[in-house]
């Protein structure tokens, strides 16, 4: 019979802090890299097969090859998203925290604030960037699989593809998510190395974070500066809380109330080469625009 | 280095300034705090043109610019499926108004190219849903990379070529309101009058006719809906192209029709630097000697 339901504690796992908390997934140890992380798991025990589809009941045997292409499509999205998103994430993570951090000597607390911001950029990265892919592949996959037997007609297949693919998506997002968390932690520290380096060894000339923090300092009042001390990791400790779905509980509890500025086109008329006229759909965007503010960029950019 | 502020282009007396300054401090400080954040992305992306240092006290003071890439991350979840509600779209788009004037302005557009930052916008670029959250967050997007391009900076083109920016703008040039397809054209426009960017676009038959493709299209499409801003920015891109001997080869072909036809090309009438561009387009493309003088070269 077809494995019910091997349903893992996956649900919910969008929510929770990146790479923190969800060890569910059962990684064996510290894995050296993207691919063995995913070898080390053994995809197919959390894979899900609806059992009520009429293809398994019908064909129970087919189940084994189905888990083998859910696998296989997550096996293949991986490794190029984990690269990509970790990579962003990590240069990302290095100059804002060097230039944050710029007044800071000890090493720890750039280091921390680096390891919570990196693993949610990775994290989110990977996740927007793998889903719809991620999505794509499956249903390929299982495609190719069910055409090969010849036994059932296209609505069939569809219809399967796109209900197993449905249900282990999930599974597959936070597969990848975890691997790229797991992956921007250790990369991170490479990445930081001279930053982490000009802070172990005494006399080191300044470096080039440190220069332009000073020659912008007079600028910034006491409040706004960088400088030393654990007090100030607020911001990047946010990284770690940021529930995701806060921006959704949001987004459908609160009304449109907000005002928005409208597209920020105006700076593209000084060049005299850039074709704004401010004629927005007067009823069109859903921010209110103002008839003043409208005024003035029409103004601006009708060159 | 001691940076003057000065706010409404100097205008108000020296008490107003200082009085601006300490609101506008006040602002920045606001947006660490989660309760005044909203608010303080409201104002400060208003009055944005109020202050010519908004952008290096946005990038320079503590945690500002990873709060507003916070901003940005945390709307990722509701890209797919499609949940962007016009509240949070207007939220984060007052996020990329600011991010816009750090893209803008001269002291800090290579730190913020430098930090790749850019990079989080292209999910937002992805999107395909038409509803008006979606289209306001690629168009304010859009506004980001085009502040970045408008600087003729060839690092920029750099940037945004190897990071495959390219069938980004493509798509929303095919699919977009005409304002986001505009603001598309001007980003291709501008990536093509750099040299590396023709290069590159005219490097293999693939990549030219994805561009050509796309602009043709655009061209039946102004038949039904002219506007006389985006075939502007068309031509313009025609033009440039037909500079490349392979690329004006190829538009011999490919050059929609309608642009030769007077009675399309009539809205253009007032407009006499694009109309020069177009007749020296058509001669270039529609003049076989061209070609043959600069192949003996």
């Not at chain 1, 292409?69 to 925290?97: G, H």
């Not at chain 1, 440190?210 to 400088?227: D, M, T, Y």
């Not at chain 2, 290069?199 to 796309?214: G, H, K, L, M």
């Not at chain 2, 036809?261 to 007032?270: K, V």
């Amino acid at each position: 019979a077809a494995s019910s339901q091997a349903n893992v504690a996956t649900s919910g796992g969008q929510g929770a802090a990146p790479g923190g908390s969800k060890d569910d997934l059962n990684l064996q140890g510290v894995p050296q890299s993207v691919d063995q992380s995913i070898q080390n798991l053994n995809i197919s025990n959390y894979i899900t097969i609806n059992p009520s589809i009429a293809i398994f009941q019908q064909y129970p045997n087919l189940v084994s090859a189905v888990i083998q292409a859910v696998t296989q499509a997550i096996k293949e999205i991986v490794s190029p998203v984990v690269d990509r998103s970790v990579t962003i994430a990590c240069i990302t993570t290095r100059e804002l925290v060097s230039k944050d951090f710029a007044l800071e000597q000890d090493e720890q607390q750039l280091k921390a604030a680096a390891h919570m911001m990196v693993q949610n950029l990775a994290g989110s990265l990977a996740l927007v960037t793998s889903k719809e892919p991620l999505r794509h592949t499956m249903c390929n996959q299982l495609r190719a699989i069910l055409n090969k037997t010849n036994l059932f007609d296209s609505s069939l297949i569809e219809q399967a593809a796109q209900l197993v693919a449905n249900d282990n998506l999930d599974l597959g997002c936070n597969i990848i998510e975890k691997a790229a968390t797991e992956k921007a932690v250790r990369d991170i520290d490479v990445t930081l190395d001279l930053a982490l380096l000009h802070r172990r060894k005494l006399g080191t000339p300044f470096h080039d974070a440190l220069v332009q923090v000073q020659q912008w300092l007079p600028i910034l009042p006491e409040s706004l500066r960088p400088k030393a001390g654990p007090h100030q990791k607020r911001v990047y400790e946010d990284f770690m809380r940021l529930p995701r779905d806060r921006v959704a509980h949001q987004a459908a509890t609160q009304p449109t109330a907000t005002g928005a500025t409208e597209p920020n086109l105006r700076g593209f008329a000084e060049g005299g080469n850039m074709p704004m006229q401010s004629n927005l759909p007067a009823s069109g965007m859903h921010m209110p625009v103002q008839n003043q503010q409208t005024e003035h960029l029409r103004v601006a950019l009708d060159k | 280095m001691q940076v003057p502020i000065v706010s409404n282009g100097g205008q108000d007396g020296p008490g107003d300034q200082v009085q601006d300054k300490e609101k506008l401090f006040q602002l920045v400080a606001d947006l660490s705090r989660e309760e005044t954040r909203e608010a303080a992305l409201l104002e400060l992306s208003k009055k944005r043109e109020a202050f010519p240092d908004l952008a290096p006290i946005l990038w320079h003071s503590f945690g500002t610019t990873a709060t507003l890439l916070q901003e940005i991350v945390c709307i990722y979840p509701l890209l797919t499926p499609p949940q962007l509600t016009a509240h949070a779209s207007n939220r984060v788009c007052n996020a990329l108004a600011l991010l816009q004037c750090v893209a803008s302005h001269q002291e800090t557009r290579t730190l913020f190219l430098k930090a790749h930052i850019p990079l989080f916008l292209y999910p937002f670029l992805n999107t395909v849903s038409k509803t008006r959250p979606f289209e306001y967050l690629r168009l304010t997007s859009l506004g980001v990379i085009g502040a970045l391009v408008k600087m003729d900076d060839s690092d920029v083109i750099n940037f945004l070529l190897t990071t495959e920016i390219i069938p980004l703008c493509l798509r929303i040039m095919e699919t977009g309101s005409e304002l986001s397809k505009t603001v598309a054209t001007f980003i291709v426009q501008k990536i093509l009058l750099d040299d590396m960017g023709l290069q590159y676009i005219c490097a293999t038959a693939e990549r030219f006719f994805a561009v050509a493709n796309v602009l043709s299209s655009m061209v039946n499409g102004l038949t039904k809906d002219p506007s006389v801003r985006l075939l502007k920015h068309i031509i313009r891109c025609y033009l440039r192209l037909s500079e490349n001997m392979r690329a004006r080869d190829a538009l011999r072909t490919c050059l929609p029709e309608q642009l030769k036809d007077p009675a399309f090309t009539n809205c253009l009438r007032d407009d006499n630097s694009t109309r020069r561009w177009l007749s020296q387009l058509l001669f270039t493309v529609g003049n076989p000697n061209t070609h043959e003088a600069q192949v003996e070269l």
